[in-house]
T-cell receptor, first 112, second 113 residues
Framework: DAGITQSPRHKVTETGTPVTLRCHQT?????MYWYRQDPGHGLRLIHY???????DKGEVSDGYSVSRSKTEDFLLTLESATSSQTSVYFC???????????FGSGTRLTVV | KQEVTQIPAALSVPEGENLVLNCSFT??????LQWFRQDPGKGLTSLLL?????REQTSGRLNASLDKSSGRSTLYIAASQPGDSATYLCAVRGLGGSEKLVFGKGTKLTVNP
């Protein structure tokens, strides 16, 4: 999986609490992405980063923020978790133009 | 806005059959197209990547084709096996600087012994 680690793997949290998911890579890839996967919607881009402190919004960014203070770490924060944010979250990196993208194993988040 | 569609949403075949999965996209201005496999409860595994200048790529029993002008790609699986049962996703990367992928919703394949 090209050295991508997501943590935690599973989390249950209460509505209204902040939650931070971590994506860690070991190979200094420039581009990193956060997607969520939901039945009937497929994979949708939340936020992405094109370098340290360089981030931008994806198509479903409301209620989420991100930070990238080091090349290897890309953090996704749910500012005040809601039940609609119950989902599986995937981190991805772009390895190169010939290999394409590699994904982490995912974080299953349940908001109760 | 790029939209990616995969048909059928689900497919069930007997073991040994050759099969084709379809992917279409609305904007032909793509950089490349990537096919992934996803097993239940797991992450995505890259299968094949086709650059916009290529017509096909092969890996073992898998062959992916790309017709950029018509906005279509196919994934051909030869001599299917029960272990091929999974959801297959296609994703396109646009020409913009963000280099982000747009995904289809996938085809769930079941290969019956």
């Amino acid at each position: 999986d090209a050295g991508i680690t997501q943590s935690p793997r599973h989390k249950v949290t209460e509505t209204g609490t902040p939650v931070t998911l971590r994506c860690h890579q070991t190979e200094n890839h420039r581009y990193m992405y956060w997607y969520r996967q939901d039945p009937g919607h497929g994979l949708r881009l939340i936020h992405y980063s094109y370098g340290v402190k360089d981030t931008d919004k994806g198509e479903v960014s409301d209620g989420y923020s991100v930070s990238r203070s080091k090349t290897e770490d890309f953090l996704l924060t749910l500012e005040s978790a809601t039940s609609s944010q119950t989902s599986v979250y995937f981190c991805a990196v772009q390895v190169n133009v010939f290999y394409g993208y590699t994904f982490g194993s995912g974080t299953r988040l349940t908001v109760v | 806005k790029q939209e990616v569609t995969q048909i059928p949403a689900a497919l069930s075949v007997p073991e040994g059959e050759n099969l084709v999965l379809n992917c279409s996209f609305t904007d032909s201005a793509i950089y490349n197209l990537q096919w992934f496999r996803q097993d239940p409860g797991k992450g995505l595994t890259s299968l094949l990547l086709i650059q916009s200048s290529q017509r096909e790529q092969t890996s073992g029993r898998l062959n992916a084709s790309l017709d950029k002008s018509s906005g279509r790609s196919t994934l051909y699986i030869a001599a299917s096996q029960p272990g091929d049962s999974a959801t297959y996703l296609c994703a396109v990367r646009g020409l913009g600087g963000s280099e982000k992928l747009v995904f289809g919703k996938g085809t769930k394949l079941t290969v019956n012994p």
